[in-house]
Structure formats: C-alpha cells, structure tokens
C-alpha cells in the first residue's frame, strides 16, 4: 500500500468559497479584475465595496451577493444562472466589463446540468418588479437625453462629478473620533448618480453595438481604430498632465532621473524638493492610485513615489515624435479620418445599418471617453472616507487599541464602531489579518470563476490551439509591434524604457502612465471597453488581452511580437 503525506497546509490552491446552507452549487465570478484589480482587498476596502456594488447592481435590476474570497471579489451569479429569463443573456452582458475568458467560463457553467433553470427560477437574482420597471424608465430616459445632445448630457456630468468633489468633504467641526465614525456612517452620495452613469452608459453602448451592425463591412481593426484617440477621458487626461510636467523639469531632469522615486517622494513630502509642479498635479489627480477603489491603499497625494517612478519613464522618451501628446492626436486624427471613410462605405453596402452605425459611432466618439469619468468622481468620497478613517486609527493607536493607525484599514466599519465606543482592543485581529494579506499579495493566478466545490472553472475548458511560439489572446487595439518584453508585477517602481512592450496580469488606472513609453501592452485578463486596452487605443498601441499565463511564460527582455489584429503574442 502507498501512503502519501502532507507535511504542512497546502497554501498554494485558492481558498475556498465560504459555504452555504444551499445544497446545490454554486458560481462565483471574480469582479475585481473589471477594475485591472487582482490583488487582495483589505478588510475595511472589503467591506465598502462589497456594498457599493451591491447597491450599484441593484440600480439596474440586479441583485448579486458580493463574497470574500481570498480576499478578492467575488459575485455570487448562481440564481442568475439559474433564472430563465436571466441567464439567455448574461454571457452577452459580461462582454463590455468582464471579457471574453469571464463569458467563456460562464458558457461552460450554463451547459453544467447542474445550473440548469428549475421550476420557479424565472426571478431569481432579478430586483423587484416595480424596481425593475423604475430603472427601465431612468435607463431610457438617460440613455435618449445623452444620445439627442451628448455635449449638454457630459456638462451636466461634469458638474454633477464637481458637486460630489464638494459635497464629499467633512466638516470643519469634526472633533472626536465619535463624531468622524458618525460622518462616515451618515453619508450618501447617490446624488447625481444619473447624471454620471447614464451618459456613461451610453458611450459603452455606441461603442459596443456598431460591430454588429457593421459585421462583413468592418473588420474589429477598424472599429478600433474609431474609437482611438477619444476625447473627454480623465485618465488620458491626467496622462498627458504628467507629460507636460515632466517635460517642463528643464534643470531639474537630471535630478528626476537619477534620484530613486522613493527617495524623491520622500523630500517632496518633507518639503525640501525643488518645485517641479508636483503641487498642481497632487492637488488635481492625487486621490487616484493603483487598486484606487480599495480603501486601504494610499493614494498618490500620501506616496507620490510612483509618479516620481512615471515622470523618470517619460523623461528617457528622446524622440519627440514618440512623445504621448503626438502620438495621442495621430490616434484622433485617424481615428476620424476611418470613421468618414467607414460610413461611405456601410452606408453603400448597407443603408440603414450604416447610417445607425455611423450615427452611434459618432455618438461614441463624443460620450465613450466619459468611462472613467464615473470612477474618478467616486473617488472622491473615498479619498475623504481614507482620511478620515486614518484620523481615527491614529485616536485607537493612541489609546492602545492599534499598532498604528493604518491598522483601521484591517478592520470593518463594524469593529471600528466597537473599538470606538466600546473600547474593544483589535490587535490580535489585525495581526492575524495582515499576515494572511501579505501572503495573498503573492498570489499571481486568480481564478476568474469559482464553483462552491472550489473549481477554478477555466482549468477544465479545452485549451486553444495555436502555433508553435505563439498565443492566442485577444485582440483589443490594432497594430503590430515587435520588441523586448518588461514584465512588471509592481507599476510603482516599474521601470520601462521607451519601446519596450508592457506585459502584466491586469492593469487598472493607476498603470496607464506606464503607457506613454510602451510599445504595446499584455495583459492576462481584461476586456475591449476595460481600462487597459481603452487607454491603449487613445494612445495607438497595440494591444492583447486575456493571454493566459503571460507574466510567467514571458521574461523581460524577450523579444515578442504583438498582433493587435490577429490577437496573437508570438515569442521569439
């Protein structure tokens, strides 16, 4: 008889679901990665996010319990799944955010015997009728106001974006620990939501269906090529902000250069680091950051290494025709110049299709952009919700109840509320969950969907076929590019020389600056409409996303070659 022993826990495999009273399975879908998010959430992100989308969800008749696990966020989509009127459509609604290997994986659970729709499961994971009916109502009305006049509905944005920056910042007279915990708990920033997401809404649809319409008179390069060089996007925008800064540092190049980003933010913060502009662009975009919706990570204007670590990228770009102001306004410029040219061309073939398509393509060029707007001005009642949470971890730490302030980001709101009023002493629970944080911040595979027995579903669809040397992703923005390979895990230190093409699990805003000086980008996951490969078209890039196992089959320095048309990363 052989004996096989396991001499410690096995602390590579994912964890597992949380179980459930309910016999049957259950599917979970990773959410983060929507957001270029892989790395844990901490406890207190965990706990806000779990009920923003939730509630977010819910606004457009849907209900999805948000699970913790492994510290990542997970959908329960089992009685979507389950439902007959839902799951006919849920593959198609995951394409815009979730992407093609969530819709793959999601394709296989629907053809599971086991998630087919039982008796009375029409309803299951669909709002309340009246609900339903109230968003259905606020959705058209939004989604006709943006399409007439897109140009009055992104005024109205803006400014609704402006009142929440204001409205999300506490009062003067907050004192005590009591009255900071009382603001947080009290406040709803709800207001204005329909200005935001309507006319957000809008631009992914006019961006999503034309490809339909124009299926055998475009080619997908050449809708891509439509929507690059968009207007109105707010990370493009803070890009092009650091570019600027960087190239106004005159005499102070060298020092940018050779001086490391930790040792830079570090004078900045202390005040002894000449005036390079850093001020206005803090005061501009310095809520934002890398894994920005989680709460209990540091933003910009805390530790500006990583913009330090940015602006030494751009300065190694020499060659002015390859800066990000250029290269961005050729991807306007054709990007116009193909959507003329496209529309003659649909509109011969297919008359009223054309016309429809060139209509919401236009329509896309003017509303598209607005997609980060939406995160971005969330952003601010976070910021303030950060801050003011640090300032009552440091009340804790002062009466022994934390290690240091920071801790309260390992808390919930809950425990935070107990250790306030009850004087309730957290250390031992912080400790415990910071050390698993730390190891959850090694994990490199998340699983893009779990079932409650623990299956990482992806591990049991086929695998692609392609060449050898070659892999097949997807193709997310056209061209074709060959180069060395920087893999990057940590974008705050990430050095990347120009014309080096950027391969990473996931990107997410806080990443895009390294995109001014790549070549072109990989990711493992991802979909066309998420942050990465959007901001990879404004800028021209090629771009391939939903590589699998790419910042572990690539080394940095290889030299690979990126099809954006075809799709495919070939190593050479």
């Known amino acids: 008889m052989l004996w096989l022993l396991q001499s410690r826990p096995i602390t590579s495999l994912f964890p597992l679901p949380p179980q459930t009273a309910k016999p049957l399975p259950r599917v979970y879908l990773e959410f983060g990665h929507v957001q270029g998010m892989l790395q844990p959430v901490t406890p207190m992100g965990m706990s806000t996010l779990r009920s923003q989308i939730a509630a977010m969800l819910a606004s457009l008749g849907v209900r999805v319990e948000i699970v913790d696990i492994g510290g990542r966020l997970y959908g329960d989509l089992t009685e979507l799944a389950r439902s007959r009127s839902s799951r006919k459509r849920l593959v198609k609604l995951m394409a815009v955010d979730f992407g093609p290997r969530a819709q793959a994986a999601m394709q296989h659970v629907l053809a599971d015997p086991r998630f087919a729709p039982s008796k009375g499961s029409a309803e299951r994971g669909a709002a309340p009728a009246a609900a339903s009916l109230r968003t259905a109502g606020r959705a058209v009305v939004g989604i006709l106001r943006a399409l007439a006049r897109p140009e009055a509905a992104r005024i109205r944005m803006f400014q609704a974006i402006e009142e929440m920056r204001v409205r999300s910042t506490a009062p003067a007279d907050l004192r005590t620990a009591a009255d900071r915990l009382r603001f947080l708990q009290a406040r709803d920033s709800a207001d204005g939501a329909d200005a935001i997401m309507w006319p957000i809404v809008t631009g992914m649809l006019a961006a999503a269906l034309p490809a339909s319409l124009l299926k055998g008179v475009a080619s997908p390069d050449e809708i891509h090529t439509v929507l690059g060089g968009m207007p109105h996007n707010v990370t493009i925008e803070m890009n092009l902000a650091l570019w600027r800064l960087a190239q106004g540092a005159g005499e102070h190049r060298q020092l940018l250069l050779d001086t490391p980003p930790d040792e830079l933010a570090a004078r900045y913060l202390r005040g002894t680091l000449p005036d390079v502009g850093m001020d206005g662009f803090l005061d501009a975009y310095g809520h934002r950051g890398v894994a920005e919706v989680d709460l209990g990570v540091p933003r910009w204007a805390e530790d500006p ?10 300065l190694r770009v020499t060659d002015p025709h390859q800066g990000p102001d250029q290269r961005f306004q050729r991807a306007a410029a054709a990007a116009e110049a193909a959507l003329e040219e496209l529309v003659r061309r649909a509109r011969r073939r297919r008359p009223v299709r054309g016309t429809i398509a060139g209509f919401l393509l236009r329509r896309a060029r003017s509303l598209a952009g607005l997609r980060e707007a939406g995160k971005f001005a969330g952003l601010y009642p976070l910021r303030e919700t950060r801050r003011q949470l640090l300032l009552i971890g440091a009340d804790l730490h002062g009466a022994g109840l934390l290690e240091q302030p920071d801790d309260i980001m390992f808390l919930t709101l809950d425990e935070v509320h ?21 190891r959850e911040l090694r994990r490199r595979a998340v699983p893009v969907a779990l079932l409650s027995d623990g299956t990482d579903v992806e591990t049991v669809l086929p695998a692609a076929p392609a060449p050898d040397g070659t892999v097949a ?22 050095h990347i020389e120009p014309g080096e093409i950027l391969v ?9 600056p390294l995109f001014l000086t790549a070549s072109a980008l ?11 490969p959007t901001v990879a078209r404004e800028y021209g890039i090629p771009a391939v996303i939903c590589v699998p196992d ?19 990363v070939t190593v050479h």
């Not at 790419?550 to 495919?568: C, E, K, P």
């Open 305 to 314: 290494a990583p913009v330090f670590a940015a602006i030494a990228n751009y």
């Open 418 to 438: 107990a250790a306030v009023h009850r004087n309730i002493d957290h250390r031992v629970t912080v400790a415990s969950r910071r050390a698993v944080h730390r």
């Open 473 to 494: 992703g997807v193709g997310a923005s056209a061209g074709r590019v060959t180069g060395p390979a920087r893999v990057v895990h940590d974008p705050a230190t990430a």
């Open 504 to 512: 990473a699990a996931t990107t997410d805003p806080g990443w895009t």
């Open 522 to 532: 990989i990711t493992e996951t991802g979909a066309i409409m998420a942050h990465g």
């Open 550 to 568: 790419a910042t572990r089959t690539i080394s940095t320095g290889q030299l690979v070659t990126v099809d954006g048309g075809a799709g495919t």
